[in-house]
């Protein structure tokens, strides 16, 4: 069995720092330290493999109203703002309600293609990788 856990996983959601600047505020998601951000697009009536990573952590950050989120056995409809924290080795799945959303994805961890294990998925891809 490979070990993808390399890199330092923080056991629970880092803290989010806000700072007030005169043209308005900031919120900060990782204050230096090492993650990988994605952009992720869903486009309607799509949505992820139930899936889980041994070697990162995620934090999920909805953009816009209505993504289904699901993390372990809690499945939310998410407002636009919403943060979600996924440890390593917990299914979760993001869905579209029926047109496109977006979430914005910050890992913590090793991120590797290989470390995804597909507990359920759409497209019929492997359960290890890809």
Same mark, same amino acid.
């Given at each position: 069995? %490979?070990? @993808?856990?390399? =890199?330092p996983? $923080? !056991? *629970? =959601?880092?803290?989010?720092?806000?700072t007030?600047r005169?043209w308005?505020?900031?919120?900060?998601?990782?204050?230096n330290q090492?993650? %990988?951000?994605t952009?992720?697009?869903? *486009?309607a #009536?799509? &949505?992820?493999?139930?899936?889980?990573?041994?070697? &990162?952590?995620?934090?999920w950050?909805?953009? #816009? #109203?209505g993504?289904?989120? /699901?993390?372990? #056995?809690?499945?939310t409809?998410?407002k636009?703002g919403d943060?979600?924290w996924?440890?390593p080795?917990?299914k979760?799945?993001?869905?579209?309600?029926?047109?496109?959303i &977006?979430?914005l994805?910050v890992g @913590?961890?090793?991120? =590797? /293609? *290989? !470390?995804? %294990?597909r507990?359920? !998925?759409?497209?019929?891809r $492997?359960v290890?990788?890809e």
């Amino acid at each position: 069995m %490979t070990n @993808f856990a390399t =890199k330092p996983i $923080p !056991d *629970e =959601k880092p803290e989010i720092v806000w700072t007030h600047r005169p043209w308005g505020q900031q919120k900060q998601y990782a204050y230096n330290q090492e993650c %990988t951000v994605t952009y992720i697009v869903v *486009e309607a #009536d799509h &949505r992820l493999s139930l899936q889980s990573h041994s070697g &990162r952590a995620e934090l999920w950050i909805a953009l #816009d #109203d209505g993504a289904i989120i /699901q993390v372990g #056995d809690q499945i939310t409809a998410a407002k636009a703002g919403d943060e979600f924290w996924i440890p390593p080795n917990t299914k979760h799945r993001l869905s579209s309600p029926g047109y496109r959303i &977006r979430v914005l994805e910050v890992g @913590f961890g090793n991120w =590797k /293609q *290989e !470390d995804i %294990t597909r507990y359920e !998925d759409d497209y019929n891809r $492997p359960v290890k990788g890809e």
